[in-house]
């Protein structure tokens, strides 16, 4: 055997090592799950008469152990409910396709698309370094920079392409830096500036619903279990959410840089490595101009469809103007600037237009069919009764303060989305979380949107959310480093959230503690 055959076996051995522990998990994921599953099923009798609650338990326990230990991928996991509720008696499957498509999903393939745009001319980049040259010469100017960047991107585009565009900018960023400053180690500066922009992708995702995709998750599901429940408009979301981003995007900040500040002083340093950088993209393009100009116009669209409505402040929204304002949402005005941007010319292309199905094809599928799987999860637990079942048993919650009901759901919700996907894990939960919000005596609302956002409040492992995998990826942070950092993170997110939730639950979301709305009763 010659040397490079003795390597390349090498090389083998440990990919399969390494491969190991993760093929383990998943065939002990796969025989729990269908273990639990046919326990519950055969077993159990929740509802005495009502074989459709215990079902619909069953699929539920299997895809949370499949979604958790990936035992498949999680889009197929998310497939099930159209095979095993008709089967089993739950759901007809008509009902169960339709609810794989809704207006929700729109909303992400509009949002999606529009990304796709921007990046396909290399608009985000612009932004970033524009936004960079304008903030950034201190150390603690350049991570504000980094920082705001980060969360503002987040707000429309995903946050993983948003880390991933940033990356090579802070790499060539702390190069830099280490040619201008010798002598000076800047490895722990550095270290902070990959956090804070992981950190601050996620925080910025939280302001919007496109910002994150379980942000899409929460009103679908709400319309599901309740159909009167009220509209949770984009600028419903950005006005009680934003107050959030910001808040923890400041504590990130103070978190990072008291951390990871660099021990000694840089000096006076310029702007010129950003400037060139930026002038090394030259003159705005054509086609970059109309994206931008598309994508203001679907901001201000989408932020003013239904209108302003705090403390009796009134701002009426532009869907008036038709004769059914209601038939107009979120979702047709995403796919109407989606239509555009498949209708503008491309100068620089022959032929071309700004958007081409070559780059749309890029979506990402499998996040669709893992929302349309949630979705139909929701729909079993309240057509079979199982929604109202986990209420019944939660009514001992009755009497207990509903602050502390959802300080508890938060702090959950932060640190089960550490081990498991955060979408799955929001799908799963939030029909229970309903449920405990009614048995409680409280307006779902209350619990729901929280827990939605505390499902983005994972900061410590790599596994917890793309961005942080993506910055674990540089081989520039030990795990213990992310662990100690994202603890205290994740501590301060789940304050905030119930400070916020507690300070403009009321005025945003007409939330009264110990009440339950109209629209959410029998």
């Not at 991933?164 to 800047?186: C, D, F, H, W, Y």
């Not at 279990?225 to 950005?238: E, K, Q």
């Amino acid at each position: 055997m010659d040397g490079t055959s003795s390597i390349s076996c090498y090389h083998c051995i440990s990919e399969m090592k390494q491969q190991h522990p993760v093929m383990q998990r998943k065939y002990i994921g796969f025989s729990l799950g269908l273990t639990a599953f046919l326990v519950i099923l055969l077993f159990a009798d929740l509802e005495p008469g009502k074989p459709e609650v215990t079902a619909t338990l069953a699929v539920a326990t299997l895809m949370a152990v499949w979604w958790i230990s990936e035992t498949i991928p999680l889009a197929v996991t998310a497939l099930l409910p159209l095979v095993l509720f008709p089967a089993l008696g739950v759901l007809d499957g008509k009902a169960v396709s339709e609810v794989y498509f809704n207006h929700i999903i729109f909303i992400f393939i509009g949002g999606f698309i529009m990304a796709l745009a921007m990046e396909k001319w290399n608009l985000h980049r612009r932004i970033a370094l524009k936004l960079l040259v304008m903030i950034g010469v201190s150390p603690g100017r350049i991570l504000v920079g980094f920082m705001l960047t980060s969360a503002f991107l987040s707000m429309w585009i995903s946050n993983t392409a948003t880390t991933m565009m940033m990356i090579p900018i802070v790499t060539s960023i702390v190069a830099s830096l280490e040619e201008r400053l010798p002598g000076k180690n800047i490895t722990r500066y550095a270290t902070g500036l990959l956090l804070a922009i992981a950190y601050s992708a996620s925080v910025g995702g939280m302001s919007t619903l496109v910002g994150s995709p379980t942000n899409l998750v929460c009103p679908r599901i709400l319309t599901l279990l309740y159909p009167n429940a009220p509209d949770i408009s984009f600028t419903t979301w950005m006005i009680f959410a934003l107050p959030v981003s910001l808040i923890l995007l400041v504590a990130v900040w103070l978190v990072i840089y008291l951390k990871f500040r660099p021990r000694e002083k840089w000096g006076q340093l310029d702007r010129a490595h950003f400037r060139s950088a930026y002038r090394e993209l030259g003159k705005a393009s054509h086609e970059e101009r109309v994206v931008f100009a598309l994508f203001l116009i679907l901001a201000l669209l989408w932020i003013t469809r239904s209108g302003i409505d705090f403390n009796g402040f009134t701002i009426p929204g532009w869907s008036g103007i038709f004769r059914v304002p209601a038939y107009i949402n979120d979702g047709t005005v995403a796919i109407f600037i989606s239509v555009i941007l498949f209708l503008v010319p491309a100068r620089s292309q022959k032929g071309g237009r700004i958007m081409d199905w070559a780059t749309a094809r890029k979506l990402p599928w499998n996040i669709l069919l893992l929302f349309g799987g949630g979705f139909a999860l929701a729909l079993g637990f309240q057509s079979s009764g199982l929604a109202v079942w986990f209420g019944e048993q939660l009514l001992w919650t009755k009497g207990i303060n509903p602050y502390l009901i959802l300080l508890s759901v938060v702090t959950l919700m932060s640190f089960l989305t550490e081990l498991t996907s955060n979408v799955a894990s929001t799908q799963m939960l939030l029909p229970v979380f309903a449920s405990l919000a009614l048995s409680s005596g409280n307006n779902p609302l209350l619990i729901m949107i929280p827990a939605t956002l505390a499902s983005s409040l994972a900061f410590m492992l790599p596994t917890a959310t793309p961005p942080n995998a993506i910055v674990f990826g540089t081989h520039r942070i030990q795990i213990a480093t992310m662990v100690r950092t994202g603890f205290i993170l994740n501590m301060l997110g789940i304050l905030v959230v119930v400070l916020i939730t507690w300070l403009l639950g009321g005025s945003v979301l007409d939330i009264e503690p110990g009440v339950i709305p109209g629209w959410a009763g029998p």
